[in-house]
């Protein structure tokens, strides 16, 4: 009961943040209703589902300042799980999903035993093997697609069991709800015990050691919280997509990507990894449908994107929510 | 006999991939900072040889200079535009920071010269082969691991017999102390930024002569000489030179085990896979790596 009230209890952030949250959730209740094309519904799906990405890692890589670079191996498990379990077995997506995020936090304590001996640069290269490793290992693998991946069935009627669904506003009100499940965790996760040992590890490792927080076992558990997060959004990605392939969910610019949003948008604050997706994503999209449209110019979307990923870490770390956070300092 | 062949051009290959990481190492060496971007250095050092002897009609391994100074350049500018900058953030920002110089490189090379694979077809040594008794080697990999070899063996000389390499170990042992030497570290760092660039620009000049280069070819090297780096120890030059051979020896032996045994796991596909599992589990067990001097 607590832990639910501290969930909900959004009482400590300033009057414009909690205005702004109310204003934003307004907004997408109604999005759908908007009268917005299929292609800008697609990307508020992408959106929501970044922003899902990003608050997983979020815990992990901003609380508790882990560079953390190898995520779409948990995307690649929740997708995986859910798509063959539903090709083999005919198991709804309610089943699945639940399993593969199980699999996922299983598989994530055992990677991150050994992972989290390791500190700063060197765990940031694990991370990306483990992910190549295991990205490979399902090009491979003939029994689950190899290369060419594995087509869900399609239904013939919309199905609530299997989440397969003719249009794309019932997709879009479920990775919303899944985004509003994720920011009432990250709430609760924030002022938990966990989250503030986190932030005590981020600081000072040795001085966190020597309060008696076992920084290890910490950073494991903040991994595993993570990974499921990531599972739920891959197994999203196998009923929307209605295709798995390892290319399109474990690659390492996947990893990049989720891991890039966050860190833009303020890695370790609340609304940091939503404002992060909310402002790349839509850049990556709408860039790449008008400049690949563009005859010549392929590459100059991700030419911009690259430059702004270079001016940001040069000039502003923090990312947005650090800058806003400077002007109302300097407001004050 | 089949398996002493393997491990020749294993050792071949291993000169080649000592070459890379070398930059890398180097660079770590100096100031704690991963370069993401060093595959993109070697693929820019590849399409450097690839225009030069096409356009100019010579041979690839007369535009080598071309590379090495296309990629010394290519360091310098890094360091001042970019480098110098993300120094002074988290960690975080300097991954990210070099990473963004790797799409921004990567995308800039598939603008302007698209994602064709190109290879170089006529050369001096192009398809030409030695045979040393059963052996046959390719001269363009036998005059690569040479020249690996002898830049491998320059910087090395300059680094531990010069005074200018005695600045730059100083440098990477001590940041304050040998600026109140009055050493101008910051130069220094510009210097091991130049000297990564203009190596991995060679070695660039070097593979492009039996490699086909596109735009996507650096991301396997960078995270093979990160395997290399990691298994030498982070910031030693030795170590990676160990390193790069031997990962060159499992990268040949480990298909020519499967090819003996008949095991489908240890195929060819697997070859790289088993690089990554060895830096993960290296790092792991031996943090400092098998040469390590600095943690």
Aim: glycine share 12%.
């Amino acid at each position: 009961m607590e832990a639910l009230r501290d969930a909900f209890d959004f009482r400590d952030f300033s009057k414009p943040e909690r205005v702004g949250f109310a204003i934003f959730t307004l907004f997408l209740l109604a999005f759908p209703w908007l009268g917005a094309g299929s292609f800008v519904k697609a990307v508020a799906i992408q959106f929501l589902l970044f922003s899902l990405f990003g608050m997983g890692w979020n815990t992990i890589g901003g609380y508790g300042g882990q560079v953390e670079l190898g995520k779409a191996q948990y995307v690649g498990i929740g997708a995986y799980t859910v798509a063959l379990t539903m090709v083999w077995w005919k198991i709804p997506f309610w089943v699945s999903m639940p399993v593969g995020i199980l699999i996922a936090i299983g598989y994530s304590f055992i990677i991150g035993y050994p992972l989290f001996r390791l500190k700063g640069h060197y765990f940031a290269i694990a991370t990306i093997c483990t992910s190549l490793v295991l990205q490979d290992i399902f090009i491979n693998w003939k029994l689950v697609g190899a290369a060419k991946g594995i087509e869900l069935p399609i239904h013939e009627h919309p199905d609530f069991l299997y989440m397969q669904f003719k249009s794309d506003t019932y997709y879009f009100y479920f990775i919303m709800a899944l985004f509003y499940v994720a920011i009432f965790y990250m709430n609760w996760f924030r002022k938990s015990k966990l989250g503030f040992q986190l932030r005590m590890i981020k600081e000072d490792e040795e001085a966190a050691e020597s309060l008696g927080i076992d920084a290890r076992w910490c950073k494991i558990k903040a991994y595993s919280i993570a990974s499921a997060f990531v599972a739920v959004g891959g197994g999203f990605l196998a009923v929307y997509n209605l295709y798995v392939d390892p290319y399109s969910v474990m690659d390492l610019d996947l990893s990049i990507k989720i891991a890039l949003m966050s860190m833009l948008g303020g890695a370790g604050s609340m609304w940091g990894p939503i404002i992060g997706s909310g402002f790349l994503v839509p850049l990556d999209r709408f860039l790449g449908s008008w400049l690949g449209a563009q005859k010549g110019l392929i590459g100059v979307d991700f030419m911009i994107y690259a430059a702004l990923i270079m001016i940001v870490s040069a000039y502003q770390p923090r990312g947005i929510w650090g800058i806003i956070e400077q002007f109302r300092k300097r407001g004050r | 006999m089949i398996v002493l062949d393997a491990l020749l051009q294993g050792v071949l290959m291993g000169l080649l991939f000592a070459l890379v990481a070398l930059g890398l190492t180097i660079i770590f060496g100096m100031m704690d900072i991963v370069n993401f971007a060093h595959g993109e250095f070697l693929m820019i050092g590849m399409y450097t040889a690839y225009w030069t002897s096409l356009l100019l009609h010579v041979d690839p391994l007369i535009a080598l200079p071309a590379s090495a100074i296309v990629g010394m350049l290519l360091g310098l500018a890094s360091y001042y535009c970019l480098v110098k900058y993300l120094l002074r953030g988290p960690i975080i920002a300097q991954l990210f920071g070099t990473f963004g110089l790797m799409l921004f490189l990567r995308y800039l090379a598939q603008f302007l010269f698209g994602i064709d694979y190109r290879i170089v077809q006529k050369g001096l040594l192009v398809g030409k082969t030695l045979s040393i008794g059963l052996f046959r080697f390719d001269w363009t990999k036998l005059s690569a691991a040479i020249l690996s070899l002898i830049a491998f063996l320059f910087v090395y000389t300059l680094l531990h017999r010069t005074k200018l390499g005695k600045a730059l170990r100083a440098t990477a042992l001590n940041r304050e102390a040998a600026n109140y030497m009055g050493i101008k570290t910051e130069r220094m760092n510009a210097l091991a930024w130049m000297i990564g660039g203009g190596t991995v620009g060679i070695a660039g000049g070097l593979i492009v002569n039996f490699w086909y280069v596109y735009p996507t070819v650096g991301l396997l090297f960078v995270m093979i000489a990160f395997a290399s780096v990691a298994m030498g120890g982070f910031g030693s030059i030795k170590g990676a030179f160990f390193a790069g051979i031997l990962i060159g020896i499992i990268e040949m032996l480990f298909p020519m085990f499967g090819h003996l045994t008949g095991w489908d796991f240890f195929g060819p596909h697997f070859k790289f896979t088993v690089v990554y599992f060895a830096y993960f589990v290296i790092v792991v067990l031996r943090p400092q790596g098998l040469f390590g001097w600095k943690h």
